[in-house]
């Protein structure tokens, strides 16, 4: 963290251009490279484990990937039957990367996603027919709080009412743009061209509104702890 | 085509999705080639994962607000029609009368409380060579704030680009500055909500590494 006020080290920017051609400044257009292997990992050295049928490298696959997997199977599935689900995926890679059909080695994290990606798609629609839905739903959204889980529907619920708080307290302006943002699903280059605001300005709203809403949510909680303590010594639980 | 930004908290490196585009990846706002690229990180990345986590809450909750708040305000426009009808056929003026002091009553309880105040407050922000220690200087928040940044001693340029950091690394804003006296101007009519914050002057087209970063707090 630099010091307060402090000078940092004064660094002229290199005129030659990056390396790869991309560049990292605030272009909208920029693309970010796919993420190193984790320390001590080469890609094509675990590929290669794994098609000779290396047990130590299915072991290595399954520690680097198996909670990179789990999230995202969960985000969109749910927790049900999640580690067979896991599981299951987890042979379908090995199963291709011995098929061949990982040609580039190295491109073993797109080729996981991919797989990750196509198992999760086609349960999402086995799920959508099997309870035949008329209207067209953000399964996500219905599976976000885990029906079997009271605590955190209870949580999910206090975070609304803590929600609707922030949202009382700005302007019905701010309220409108948030409301184009989040629920109409308007693009930020929309609502700016339609409701005369900078980008900047469109940002400085979304940060201001997540900050009262972390500010308010503290509050809750020092003041339930307070009342927790103060009920220890009123006899009553 | 909206870009995967790379965030970056002061002091480290480059390697992490920023929050405004993990936001729009929960929202499914973002091109293929950058979806890609946030989910393959998010494969490997434990810390990502927990931020993912947290703006799905956040966002769940503030779509649920919004609309609970909308069909709170359509039950009230309906319930209003209702009692005007109602009021045609033939309520006491007394009660016109009481309406109106409990809508004004209401109006002036919905409408939030503007807490600026007059004026703007300037923060000088300058480069102190060796003074380690020194805290940072602060501001109240909600106010109109006024950052005059010292740039003395950096090569002149025709103009400057100011990016302010959040605590967590994402840029709250960017804008060009013309410097005027050895100083950048930077006018946030709107004030800051309560925390830390950085502002980093880089050269024009080249925000990569800044050429001069200061530190302030809102308090």
């Known amino acids: 963290m630099p010091g307060a006020g402090a000078k940092r080290q004064e660094q002229e920017p290199d005129p030659r251009p990056e390396p790869g051609g991309a560049s990292a ?12 292997p984790p320390a001590g990992v080469r890609w094509a050295l675990l590929v290669q484990k794994i098609q000779t049928g290396d047990q130590q490298g299915m ?4 520690k680097i990937f198996s909670r990179g997997v789990k999230f995202y199977v969960w985000r969109h599935l749910g927790t049900r039957d999640l580690d067979d689900r896991i599981h299951d995926i987890f042979l379908l890679v090995v199963e291709a990367i011995r098929n061949g059909d990982l040609r580039d080695p190295d491109k073993l994290l797109a080729f996981v996603r991919t797989v990750v990606r196509r198992q999760v798609a086609g349960q999402i629609k086995g799920i959508a027919r099997q309870r035949q839905r008329e209207t067209a739903l953000d399964t996500k959204a219905y599976l976000a709080v885990d029906p079997d889980n009271p605590e955190a529907q209870a949580m999910a619920r206090e975070r609304v009412e803590i929600m609707k708080e922030v949202l009382d307290g700005i302007s019905p302006r701010d309220r409108e743009i948030l409301t184009r943002f989040y629920l109409r699903g308007q693009s930020e280059e929309q609502i700016c061209r339609e409701m005369d605001l900078t980008h900047n300005q469109f940002r400085m709203l979304k940060y201001r509104a997540k900050m009262r809403f972390g500010e308010m949510g503290k509050r809750r909680l020092r003041k339930r702890r307070l009342q927790a303590f103060f009920m220890r010594f009123s006899g009553s639980r | 085509m909206s870009a ?7 002091g480290e490196s480059r390697n992490h999705p920023s929050e405004e ?5 929960v929202m499914d706002r973002l091109q293929e080639a950058e979806e890609a690229c946030v989910e393959e990180h998010l494969l490997l990345c434990e810390e990502c994962r927990g931020k993912v986590e947290e703006t799905e809450d956040y966002v769940r909750a503030m779509q649920t607000a919004l609309a609970e708040l909308e069909q709170r305000r359509s039950r009230a426009a309906r319930e209003g029609s209702e009692t005007g009808r109602k009021r045609r056929w033939g309520l006491p003026r ?3 009368a009481g309406s109106l002091a409990a809508i004004a009553a209401a109006i002036v309880m919905v409408v939030p409380r503007n807490g600026k105040q007059d004026g703007p407050v300037e923060l000088r922000l300058t480069a102190l060579r060796g003074q380690a220690g020194i805290s940072a200087p602060a501001a109240p928040a909600g106010r109109r704030l006024v950052l005059s940044l010292d740039i003395e001693g950096l090569q002149r340029r025709p103009a400057y680009e100011v990016h302010l950091v959040g605590a967590e690394g994402e840029v709250l804003f960017d804008r060009t500055a013309v410097a005027e006296a050895g100083s950048l101007k930077i006018d946030l009519a709107e004030g800051l909500p309560a925390g830390r914050y950085w502002v980093r002057v880089f050269p024009p087209g080249h925000a990569k590494v800044p050429l001069r970063e200061f530190e302030f707090l809102i308090e």
Do not use: C, M, N
């Open chain 1, 59 to 62: 072991e290595e696959l399954y």
């Open chain 2, 4 to 10: 995967v930004r790379i965030g970056e908290k002061p």
């Open chain 1, 25 to 36: 400044d605030t272009s909208e257009a920029a693309v970010q490279p796919a993420p190193e």
């Open chain 2, 94 to 96: 007394l009660a016109w």
């Open chain 2, 21 to 25: 585009t993990l936001e729009r990846y």
